[in-house]
Nanobody, 120 residues
Framework: QVELVESGGGLVQAGGSLRLSCAAS????????KGWFRQAPGKQREFVAE????????NYADSVKGRFTISRDNTKDIVYLQMNSLRPEDTAVYYC?????????????WGQGTRVTVSS
Protein backbone atom coordinates (compact mmCIF):
# COMPACT_ATOMS: atom_id res chain seq x y z
CA GLN A 1 0.00 0.00 0.00
CA VAL A 2 1.53 3.27 -1.14
CA GLU A 3 1.18 5.96 1.49
CA LEU A 4 3.27 8.70 -0.08
CA VAL A 5 3.30 9.55 -3.77
CA GLU A 6 6.08 11.62 -5.31
CA SER A 7 5.86 13.52 -8.57
CA GLY A 8 7.71 16.21 -10.48
CA GLY A 9 10.85 14.40 -11.48
CA GLY A 10 12.27 14.53 -14.98
CA LEU A 11 15.16 15.51 -17.17
CA VAL A 12 16.66 18.97 -16.80
CA GLN A 13 19.86 20.68 -17.90
CA ALA A 14 22.48 21.72 -15.40
CA GLY A 15 21.56 25.04 -13.86
CA GLY A 16 17.87 24.36 -14.25
CA SER A 17 15.12 23.88 -11.69
CA LEU A 18 12.54 21.31 -10.71
CA ARG A 19 9.92 21.15 -8.01
CA LEU A 20 9.12 17.80 -6.49
CA SER A 21 5.87 17.12 -4.71
CA CYS A 22 4.90 14.37 -2.31
CA ALA A 23 1.26 13.80 -1.49
CA ALA A 24 -0.26 11.60 1.16
CA SER A 25 -2.39 8.74 -0.05
CA UNK A 26 -4.91 6.82 2.01
CA UNK A 27 -4.05 8.43 5.32
CA UNK A 28 -2.97 11.74 6.79
CA UNK A 29 0.62 12.76 7.46
CA UNK A 30 -0.11 16.39 8.19
CA UNK A 31 1.21 16.07 11.76
CA UNK A 32 4.31 14.10 10.79
CA UNK A 33 7.81 15.34 10.15
CA LYS A 34 8.68 14.90 6.49
CA GLY A 35 11.90 14.49 4.62
CA TRP A 36 13.42 14.03 1.21
CA PHE A 37 16.14 11.50 0.48
CA ARG A 38 17.86 10.48 -2.73
CA GLN A 39 19.72 7.53 -4.13
CA ALA A 40 22.11 7.91 -7.03
CA PRO A 41 23.08 4.95 -9.21
CA GLY A 42 25.51 2.71 -7.35
CA LYS A 43 25.29 4.73 -4.16
CA GLN A 44 23.51 4.48 -0.85
CA ARG A 45 20.42 6.50 -0.14
CA GLU A 46 21.28 9.84 1.45
CA PHE A 47 19.46 12.54 3.35
CA VAL A 48 18.54 15.70 1.44
CA ALA A 49 16.20 17.81 3.57
CA GLU A 50 13.56 17.61 6.25
CA UNK A 51 10.86 19.80 7.73
CA UNK A 52 9.04 19.81 11.03
CA UNK A 53 5.33 19.12 11.13
CA UNK A 54 4.55 22.82 11.57
CA UNK A 55 6.99 23.86 8.87
CA UNK A 56 8.88 26.14 11.24
CA UNK A 57 12.07 24.07 11.29
CA UNK A 58 14.06 22.80 8.33
CA ASN A 59 17.33 20.96 7.91
CA TYR A 60 19.42 20.40 4.79
CA ALA A 61 22.35 18.35 3.65
CA ASP A 62 25.41 20.52 3.06
CA SER A 63 25.43 19.52 -0.61
CA VAL A 64 22.07 21.18 -1.27
CA LYS A 65 22.09 24.15 1.11
CA GLY A 66 21.31 27.37 -0.68
CA ARG A 67 19.98 25.53 -3.75
CA PHE A 68 17.08 23.40 -2.46
CA THR A 69 14.10 24.50 -0.38
CA ILE A 70 11.72 22.20 1.43
CA SER A 71 8.22 23.38 2.28
CA ARG A 72 4.85 21.92 3.13
CA ASP A 73 1.15 22.63 2.86
CA ASN A 74 -0.64 20.81 5.65
CA THR A 75 -4.07 21.72 4.31
CA LYS A 76 -3.24 19.60 1.27
CA ASP A 77 -0.90 17.23 3.11
CA ILE A 78 1.83 17.82 0.54
CA VAL A 79 5.54 18.41 0.98
CA TYR A 80 7.59 20.10 -1.73
CA LEU A 81 11.23 20.21 -2.68
CA GLN A 82 12.17 23.18 -4.83
CA MET A 83 15.48 22.42 -6.52
CA ASN A 84 17.41 25.25 -8.17
CA SER A 85 20.85 25.44 -9.76
CA LEU A 86 20.76 21.72 -10.40
CA ARG A 87 24.01 19.88 -11.01
CA PRO A 88 24.72 16.54 -12.69
CA GLU A 89 25.60 15.14 -9.26
CA ASP A 90 22.00 15.77 -8.17
CA THR A 91 20.91 12.98 -10.52
CA ALA A 92 19.13 10.37 -8.41
CA VAL A 93 15.83 8.84 -7.48
CA TYR A 94 14.25 11.13 -4.90
CA TYR A 95 12.11 9.71 -2.13
CA CYS A 96 9.90 11.42 0.38
CA UNK A 97 9.42 10.00 3.84
CA UNK A 98 7.47 10.72 6.99
CA UNK A 99 7.85 10.02 10.68
CA UNK A 100 6.04 10.91 13.85
CA UNK A 101 7.51 13.92 15.73
CA UNK A 102 8.85 11.67 18.48
CA UNK A 103 12.44 11.56 19.74
CA UNK A 104 14.52 8.85 18.02
CA UNK A 105 11.70 7.99 15.63
CA UNK A 106 13.02 6.89 12.27
CA UNK A 107 11.50 7.63 8.92
CA UNK A 108 9.24 4.62 8.43
CA UNK A 109 6.77 5.77 5.78
CA TRP A 110 8.19 6.01 2.28
CA GLY A 111 7.14 6.80 -1.23
CA GLN A 112 8.18 4.91 -4.33
CA GLY A 113 10.42 7.66 -5.63
CA THR A 114 10.65 10.00 -8.60
CA ARG A 115 13.66 10.10 -10.89
CA VAL A 116 15.62 13.29 -11.47
CA THR A 117 18.22 13.41 -14.22
CA VAL A 118 20.45 16.46 -14.65
CA SER A 119 22.38 16.63 -17.89
CA SER A 120 25.65 18.53 -18.24
Amino acid sequence: QVELVESGGGLVQAGGSLRLSCAASGRSFSTFEKGWFRQAPGKQREFVAEISWSGSLTNYADSVKGRFTISRDNTKDIVYLQMNSLRPEDTAVYYCAARRPVINEEYNHWGQGTRVTVSS
